[in-house]
């Protein structure tokens, strides 16, 4: 039996819906879109300073360096997620939804912990400059490490007591980072992910059945960009590398995208692994409310290894 010209019309009305969903996030994956910076640290009552400083690759970077007084100390640098920025997140800018992710109240308990922050943006976010396309951590370490480099050049900042928490891409980025000698003495990876694992859930949730089909074509994409290929993204390999750096790892229990198994992965091989802190979670950007509903965890956590 044929369709009839109305149900024709919609099948063609879905099949145009779903390939511009398909362009606007491989667009978003691939390059981003910038979240403006709307909040300051003056929010949380803090004192900040407007830092710029470069990537190790030479790309501007922006960002708010909040000192915890003039003495020499410890200090944590945050590294945000995909499409976030400094601050974390706010929701309802992208094609699906997300929830805010506030970097704010951890940066207030960890000043008044004794530690000095450093908040920035990642390059291809927020204020910095660019570097396209995005990698989800391989050449983003760059940015990390030129963060860390950072705070090693400041008079009031202990170089020996570094310390980072990392966001979803962010950790990733953070992994690559420390691994390629970004000197950092704890992390705090928060969900991280397998690339080629977080593609196939997310575009099966975003695009139906087909989803992870059409997912494997970005492969094709950073070919002809000529980066890192999604394919061959893996931070079990960096994670392995950590030799002297103290690593919690954090996933949320009702992750669509990300999963359990594969952080648990990252955690077997990383040499100083204090385990996955399994959070419970309704969905991914649940599981991010770890860094503003659990500060007191956070702050132990670098109180006890910085």
């Given at each position: 039996m044929c369709p009839s010209p109305a149900d024709a019309r919609a099948g063609a009305v879905t099949a145009e819906r779903g390939i511009a969903k398909l362009i606007a996030l491989t667009r978003l994956?691939?390059?981003g879109s910038r979240q403006p910076i709307t909040r300051t640290p003056a929010e949380?009552?803090?004192?900040?300073e407007e830092v710029p400083f470069p990537a190790t690759d030479g790309v501007d970077l922006r960002g708010w360096f909040v000192p915890a007084g003039p003495a020499q100390g410890p200090a944590v640098v945050w590294v945000h997620g995909w499409l976030w920025n400094r601050v974390g997140n706010v929701s309802g800018r992208v094609p699906f939804v997300d929830r805010d992710?506030?970097?704010?109240?951890?940066?207030?308990?960890?000043h008044d912990a004794g530690f000095?922050?450093?908040?920035?943006?990642?390059?291809?976010?927020?204020?910095?400059?660019?570097?396209p396309p995005l990698t989800q951590g391989v050449w983003e370490a760059h940015d990390a490490r030129g963060a860390?480099?950072?705070l090693v050049s400041r008079p009031d900042v202990d170089a020996d007591r570094i310390g980072v928490i990392g966001t979803s891409?962010?950790?990733?980025?953070?992994?690559?980072?420390?691994?390629d000698g970004a000197p950092a003495k704890a992390l705090l990876a928060i969900q991280p992910t397998?690339?080629?694992?977080?593609?196939?859930?997310?575009?099966?949730?975003?695009?139906g059945p087909l989803g992870p089909l059409c997912a494997r074509g970005t492969n094709l994409l950073y070919a002809f960009l000529r980066a890192p290929l999604p394919i061959r993204h893996d931070p079990a390999i960096p994670a392995s590398q950590l030799d002297d750096t103290i690593v919690q790892y954090v996933q949320g229990t009702g992750d669509p995208w990300g999963e359990l198994k594969v952080?648990?992965?990252?955690?077997?091989?990383?040499?100083?692994?204090?385990?996955?802190?399994?959070?419970?979670?309704?969905?991914?950007?649940?599981?991010?409310?770890?860094?503003?509903?659990?500060?007191?965890?956070?702050v132990e956590f670098f109180t006890a290894h910085l």
């Open positions: 994956m691939a390059f949380a009552g803090l004192a900040f992710v506030d970097f704010l109240p951890a940066t207030k308990a960890l000095h922050v450093l908040m920035f943006d990642l390059a291809n976010h927020g204020e910095s400059g660019a570097r860390v480099r950072y891409a962010g950790a990733n980025t953070a992994l690559y980072a420390i691994a397998k690339l080629t694992d977080f593609n196939r859930n997310f575009a099966r949730t975003q695009l952080v648990e992965r990252f955690s077997r091989v990383t040499p100083h692994s204090l385990g996955v802190i399994s959070y419970h979670s309704a969905g991914r950007y649940e599981g991010y409310q770890y860094v503003s509903r659990e500060t007191p965890s956070i």
